[in-house]
């Protein structure tokens, strides 16, 4: 399996692939109707999409040469699917963190605004999961050689 983010204990083995860049963006017509954010606790006043699955649900965090900010936010909509918060985001329900797969396309079209440039949300780990390999049938290995070769092919950064 691939998993996105900090990963909890468990008996599976885990080799790390790559990191997911995320970004926050919004719809122009969100824009319009809410003062655009210049600062990170500007977003105090914004609706926005969160995802489920990361913790804490209500707070975003970002880096920039000043530091570190953590902003708390009020979730107009939470959800566990990237596509979703995509779609939701460009319906104009809230601003989103969303990986850099899913907002780069709708930020050229002009669709998305990338917001607070200046300030970058972390990115997340990104691991190829599996069971101990003696476990393993051939074709799960071949699986699991393929993700590990072709990761940068896969829209994310390989690890440093």
Same mark, same amino acid.
């Given at each position: 399996?691939?998993?996105?983010?900090?990963?909890?204990?468990?008996?599976?083995?885990?080799?790390?692939v790559g990191t997911?860049?995320?970004?926050?963006v919004a719809a122009?017509?969100?824009?319009?109707?809410?003062?655009?954010?210049?600062?990170?606790?500007?977003?105090?006043?914004?609706?926005?999409?969160?995802?489920?699955?990361?913790?804490?649900?209500?707070?975003?965090?970002?880096?920039?040469?000043?530091?570190?900010?953590?902003?708390?936010?009020?979730?107009?909509?939470?959800?566990?699917?990237?596509?979703?918060?995509?779609?939701?985001?460009?319906?104009?329900?809230?601003?989103? @963190?969303? +990986? $850099?797969?899913?907002?780069?396309? &709708?930020? /050229?079209?002009?669709?998305?605004?990338?917001?607070?440039?200046?300030? %970058?949300?972390?990115?997340?780990?990104?691991?190829? @999961?599996? +069971? $101990?390999?003696?476990?393993?049938? &051939?074709? /799960?290995?071949?699986?699991?050689?393929?993700?590990?070769?072709?990761? %940068?092919?896969?829209?994310?950064?390989?690890?440093?």
């Amino acid at each position: 399996a691939i998993r996105i983010g900090v990963l909890s204990s468990s008996s599976l083995v885990a080799r790390r692939v790559g990191t997911v860049k995320r970004l926050l963006v919004a719809a122009p017509a969100l824009l319009t109707r809410h003062r655009p954010p210049r600062l990170p606790n500007d977003l105090r006043q914004l609706p926005c999409v969160t995802y489920s699955r990361l913790s804490p649900k209500n707070e975003w965090s970002f880096e920039s040469e000043t530091g570190r900010h953590v902003v708390g936010i009020t979730p107009s909509l939470t959800c566990d699917d990237a596509d979703i918060m995509s779609l939701a985001a460009l319906e104009g329900l809230g601003a989103a @963190v969303l +990986p $850099d797969w899913c907002a780069v396309g &709708h930020i /050229a079209s002009g669709k998305l605004v990338h917001l607070l440039p200046d300030y %970058d949300v972390p990115s997340l780990p990104l691991h190829v @999961v599996y +069971p $101990d390999p003696q476990w393993m049938s &051939h074709r /799960a290995r071949l699986f699991r050689d393929l993700i590990i070769e072709r990761a %940068d092919v896969f829209a994310i950064n390989t690890p440093q």
